[in-house]
């Protein structure tokens, strides 16, 4: 399996529904340090890019 092509945004947002072109222009940002410092969870990967790596080598070696 391999990744999709990166797209610059202008050009993909051309076949977005209204809803889906609404959700990404906002382009929010979450923090994990509630999560982490007061609730004591650790994460295993240290950004979203690692952890997407990981799930992608496990389904290789699934497949």
């Known amino acids: 399996m391999q ?3 990166q ?3 202008e050009e ?10 609404s959700f990404w222009e906002e382009n ?3 923090s994990n340090s509630l ?3 007061e609730l004591g ?3 295993i990967h240290k950004d979203y890019k690692s952890g997407l ?3 992608l080598k496990h389904l290789k070696l699934t497949n």
Request: charged content about 25%; hydrophobic content about 40%.
């Open 3 to 5: 990744m999709p092509e």
């Open 7 to 9: 797209i610059d945004f």
């Open 12 to 21: 993909a947002k051309k076949n977005l529904s209204p809803i889906a072109l």
């Open 28 to 30: 929010r940002r979450v």
């Open 35 to 37: 999560l982490c410092k």
């Open 41 to 43: 969870y650790q994460l």
């Open 53 to 55: 790596q990981n799930c």
